[in-house]
């Protein structure tokens, strides 16, 4: 595509940034694509009710347009001019997790261009809560069509920086706020029947639903991934059929207690320096403490330091922080030459299901349990 000379925006998220941002918000309504923080991912934006302007996104981001895409709004009222009807269950849920990081899909009014659904009869919406993002659509005054702003196969932005190396040259602007505090995309929740069904699990999770709704189920597509053990199940949301949140590195997760875990991150670490190439191994602290220290036994610093990044997930007590430094951890690794990553995996409850179902389709199912 012809470079863009892109406009950047600092804001700081605690203050009241109207005024930063009202070019942006001008930018929106004329069509242009701004990149905004949002609390799960950065997202790339335009007015959804344009057409030219959805195809600026596809074109920016390198992606298939047969890909739907999230409607972002900032007030109720918002969502009477995209869908047919909100069922009561709906509602609820809405009153429960709104503004927040959980997408719901519904039957949509024929004003929403076929670009935005990739032609389904269904359009999903979010009402974010980050207040950089809530500020923008409400001074926009449109609703914001954003997937996640990074080149389409990449592992989604969860800081500013990593949008402007996927984005910058790409977009009319960027924000540059602060990192996502979820760091995971929002769960995708079809509410079009009688039971919710997750189509991309999140940090609002099936427990938490359940709670609200009563009942919830899981699209059968999103459990051990759809390049992994259950290929043949067809996902109903269609970005999930694509390799996604792929670093350029081999990917491999493996699962188990840290005991039994360390001799193995050990043995990656022991391929990569007489391999003669670089691992990342992307664990909890307390596990890399202990790896770290029997690795200066056993190596010189210098041989560690060419072949080994040890990438820290946070603590073992805390699963957000694993999620929150996912994406992040992945880049990094990148960005440090590995050409291959091992990470620990989580038993997929509660927010381990949305961490395993991005990990899976990082390692494209190359999943074990020791
Ligand atoms: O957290 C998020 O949701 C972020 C931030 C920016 O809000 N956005 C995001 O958008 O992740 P994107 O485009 O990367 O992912 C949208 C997902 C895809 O898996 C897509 O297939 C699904 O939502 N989706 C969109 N519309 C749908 C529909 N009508 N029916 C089923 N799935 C749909
Ligand atoms: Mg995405």
Known sequence: MKPIETKFVKVNQVADETELLKAPAKALVEGGTVVFPTETVYGIGANALDEVAIDKIYEAKNRPSDNPLIVHIAKLSQLEILVESIPEMAKALMRAFWPGPITFVLKKKSVIPDKVTGGLDTVAVRMPENAIALKLIELAGVPVAAPSANTSGKPSPTKAAHVIEDLAGRVD????????????????????????????????????????????????GIVMGTEGKSASVV?????????????KADVEVVIGTSSKLIPVFESYVEAAINGGYKVAVMSFDEDLLVLEKILKGKYTVSD???????????SIRNLDEFARLLFGGLRKSDDRECQK?????????GLGLAIMNRLNKASAGKVTRI
């Open 173 to 220: 602007y960027i924000i540059e706020g602060s990192d996502a505090v979820v760091g995971l995309e929002s769960t995708v929740l079809d509410v079009t029947g009688d039971i919710p069904v997750i189509l991309r699990p999140g940090k609002i999770t099936r427990e938490m639903i359940v709670e609200v709704a009563g009942n919830c189920e899981i699209d059968p």
């Open 304 to 314: 560690l330091s060419a072949h080994v990044f040890l990438c820290s997930q946070g």
């Open 341 to 349: 990553i091992v990470v620990r995996g989580v038993e997929e409850d």
């Open 235 to 247: 996902p109903k949301s269609p970005g999930m059929k694509y390799k996604h949140y792929a670093p």
